[in-house]
């Protein structure tokens, strides 16, 4: 792996932020057609939800990022009322090095089957987490093993350094320019929404209807 093209990548992605909501004021987000099966392909985390999906989100997220947190509970709540959603998170770490070292650790967690519950854990923080000590104690409490976290951090690190510098590249292919973003079964929605703007968003793509 080439770490210094994996260094340039996330400096370069340290001056975007925090897309905030979607423009609520149009019927529909702004949302453009991008290569989805390219985002699908060797997903470096597990899926959370519905086994046999229809729609697939795929969110690029940061865990210091507010308005990703926001996001959760829409999402968790939306996978509940639908049995036919499923996300995959992407990380894409934004915020400086704090945020990549919780991305890490989030990674390398799965090699535990953990990935799920630490990633919970950091976005269920109430404030941005600003050490490495805070983020392995919530790993910890997330029922992480904190050595053999260690050992694989060590013994995995080119396949994390890959797995961010492919999600960095999509990001920068997206146009992205800051997290939350998501891609709805190949439609582009950059920023978040309430449950009640996804759920319609999923409708109109279930109906074949444009989405503006």
């Keep these: ?40 392909k060797n997903p470096a985390t597990p899926f959370i939800g519905a086994e046999q999906a229809d729609i697939t989100i795929i ?7 507010p308005y990703c947190k926001m996001m959760i509970p829409e999402l968790n709540g939306l996978m509940e009322a639908d049995p036919k959603v499923r996300v995959l998170y992407k990380e894409w770490p934004i915020f400086g090095p704090v945020s990549e070292n919780l991305a890490r650790i989030a990674l390398a967690a799965g090699y535990q089957d953990k990935y799920h519950a630490v990633h919970n854990a950091f976005m269920s923080a109430p404030d941005r987490i600003q050490t490495n000590q805070k983020a392995r104690q919530l790993a910890t409490e997330a029922g992480v093993d904190i050595e053999q976290l260690d050992r694989d951090l060590a013994a995995h690190r080119e396949d994390i350094d890959a797995v961010l510098l492919l999600n960095s590249r999509e990001a920068a292919a997206l146009a992205l320019n800051g997290t939350p973003a998501f891609v709805i079964n190949g439609n582009l929605i950059p920023g978040g929404m309430p449950q009640a703007q996804l759920e319609a968003v999923i409708a109109r793509i279930r109906s074949g209807q444009p989405l503006r």
Excluded: H, R, W
């Design 1 to 40: 792996m080439n770490k210094p093209a994996l260094a340039l990548m996330l400096a370069a992605t340290m001056s975007l932020a925090a897309c905030g909501p979607a423009d609520a004021a149009q019927d529909m987000p702004m949302i453009a057609e991008v290569g989805f099966s390219d985002l699908l």
């Design 59 to 65: 969110g690029f997220m940061d865990y210091n990022c």
